[in-house]
């Protein structure tokens, strides 16, 4: 564990979390959820888990943001907040 | 204020971020009116749960928990310089003699890798609940035509529910 690259990956993390649910367009909302998965993929490859580092690239940052991405498909792109 | 960062912010930094992920995801849970905006908070609380036990198994200078080499570490330094009969004679008696001492890896130099296989279930289950959910949200947005749950309460209060 590097706590240079730690804090640095933390702090991303937590812009990433604060703008996918801030932002208003829900298309971009999932896309900055998908960079908050890899970020966090890149935390668990740091931390020394890089078994769950290469579950969460492509399970939790692939399928979860195609899975957003198909319901908007299928719903509508604009939210309220 | 320096001595209080110093002991219970920068060895415990990723807990302090869990929390505050934590956090940020109950408040989406709760506070926002979109559906599919709940369900990337309901994703960001399940990775903060996901943090913190990760993090339980870091150590300091830990590496990943991988080996490259089968077996006790101390075979071909400690069998070096015996010859072939000898170490027919007494490679089994030696070996109780061998296993008070250190055998196999230092643990403390890798990371403990048994909250990450069990943080592997948690990532796949979260996965899953998150299709469900986003399934049901479709059903939500073809009965009602919005996913914003104020209009969906206004159209229940209405009496808009064909069941």
Known sequence: ?81 | MSEFIQTNVQPYFNFWIYVVLMMIGLWALIAKNNLIKKLIGMSIFQTAIILFYVSLGVKDGSTIPILDHHGPEHHETADAGHDDVHEKEHGKKAEPHHADDHVGPNPDTIANPLPHVLMLTAIVVGVSTLGVALAIGQMIFKEFGTLEENEILEQIKAGNVDD
């Open chain 1, 1 to 81: 564990m590097i706590f240079a690259f730690d804090i640095i990956i933390l702090i991303f993390l937590v812009v990433a979390a604060i703008i996918s649910l801030s932002v208003k367009d829900l298309l971009s909302s999932a896309m900055i959820f998908g960079i908050y998965g890899f970020l966090i993929c890149l935390l668990w490859a740091e931390m020394g888990a890089v078994d769950v580092a290469f579950t969460e690239a492509a399970v939790g940052a692939g399928v979860s943001a195609v899975f957003f991405i198909a319901t908007i498909y299928n719903t509508r792109r604009r939210s309220s907040d």
